[in-house]
């Protein structure tokens, strides 16, 4: 992550000569050159971090966390991603919770939300983890919630492709009977793919049946920061 940094703290500083040594950008306020610098040191940022994502597994997760708004604008929504992610950690001990972009990567793996053998179910431990989520969820109403479902590599890639799309859509059903919005969720199969652990131990194989988030600001909360950054 320091790696990251240092890359991205080089190439604002590079836009930011540019931009203050542009004779047309010379009669803009401070601020707003400030937005301007930050929203495209943070695309290069969300470049670096989808990328980095990316080449470590989760490539369709960290495509979607990759992504950033920038800014002022981006740094009220990560403000508030910075909030969301440490409600989750106390109300779910024990998740994998990380803060990418302007966005959360939530894991959870198959002691968190377990399904029965070779099927879709969601257990009764299972369906008590994603209680513990529902208030969070409700708290920040202005995100969308991706949901990613994995499987190890026994059995057929379609197999497992299909089983994966049916234990993300269990989750999804789930969350929305439980009153959350249906249109803030989109549900996706990956199968086998994406491991981060090896498919060759049953300890390997456990990590690899998980559920994964991708929590980011829809439409209404990246207006509302616009507006806020613009005060």
Do not use: H, W
């Not at 969720?185 to 131990?201: E, K, M, R, Y």
């Amino acid at each position: 992550m320091k790696k990251i940094s240092t890359i991205v703290l080089g190439t604002v500083f590079m836009i930011a000569t540019v931009f203050t040594g542009c004779e047309s950008v010379k009669n803009t306020s401070n601020q707003q050159r400030g937005v301007a610098i930050g929203a495209v040191g943070g695309a290069v940022l969300g470049g670096i971090l989808g990328n980095n994502i990316g080449k470590g597994g989760n490539g369709a997760l960290g495509a979607v966390l990759g992504g950033v708004i920038g800014g002022v604008a981006g740094g009220v929504i990560g403000t508030k991603m910075d909030k969301q992610a440490r409600e989750i950690e106390t109300a779910l001990p024990g998740a994998q919770v990380e803060r990418v972009g302007e966005g959360i990567r939530l894991v959870l793996g198959e002691n968190a939300v377990r399904f029965d053998t070779n099927k879709s179910t969601l257990t009764a431990a299972a369906k008590a983890n994603l209680d513990k989520l529902v208030p969070v969820f409700n708290q920040y109403p202005d995100t969308n919630i991706q949901i990613y479902g994995y499987t190890d590599s026994t059995g057929t890639p379609e197999y497992n492709l299909t089983l994966s799309e049916q234990r993300a859509a269990s989750v999804k059903s789930y969350l929305i009977g439980k009153g959350l919005v249906a249109s803030r969720f989109v549900t996706t199969g990956l199968g086998i793919a994406d491991p981060i652990a090896t498919n060759d131990t049953p300890e390997g194989r456990s990590k690899n049946r998980r559920v994964e988030f991708a929590i980011t600001a829809n439409e209404k909360m990246i207006q509302d920061a616009q507006k806020e950054a613009g005060k």
